[in-house]
């Protein structure tokens, strides 16, 4: 069975930082394109960032700079990154894995940009 586990999520300031993990079971994340997407309220899901299985690395536009997504092939886990977040970050995190037809989506874990 897989399993993606997000964890680190929670309450910062604007102008703070927080670092994302995502723990998977079930899988060899080294295998599979593993991502990083957000839901705001209201909004459609949208890709944050990427690690292809082939290393290459992708951001949305309005997180490059900011947010860096990393990858531990030993602990089985991908991380993101995110510095200087700003209240339009603020959203349902969920890590994503990927590899042919096959997808697998974490339960996601809140992010909280506010004063």
């Known amino acids: 069975q897989v399993q993606l586990v997000e964890s680190g999520g929670g309450l910062v300031q604007p102008g703070g930082s927080l670092r994302l993990s995502c723990a998977a079971s079930?899988?060899?994340?080294?295998?599979?394109?593993m991502a990083w997407y957000r839901q705001a309220p209201g909004k459609e899901r949208e890709l944050v960032a990427i690690?292809?299985?082939?290393?290459?690395?992708d951001y949305t536009d309005s997180v490059k700079g900011r947010f860096t997504i990393s990858r531990d092939n030993a602990k089985n886990s991908v991380y993101l990154q995110m510095n200087t977040l700003e209240p339009e970050d603020t959203a349902v995190y969920f890590c994503?894995?990927?590899?042919?037809?096959?997808?697998?989506w974490g339960q996601g874990t809140q992010v909280t940009v506010s004063s």
């Open positions: 079930g899988i060899f994340t080294a295998l599979h394109h």
């Open positions: 690690i292809r299985s082939t290393s290459t690395i």
């Open positions: 994503n894995a990927a590899r042919n037809e096959d997808r697998y």
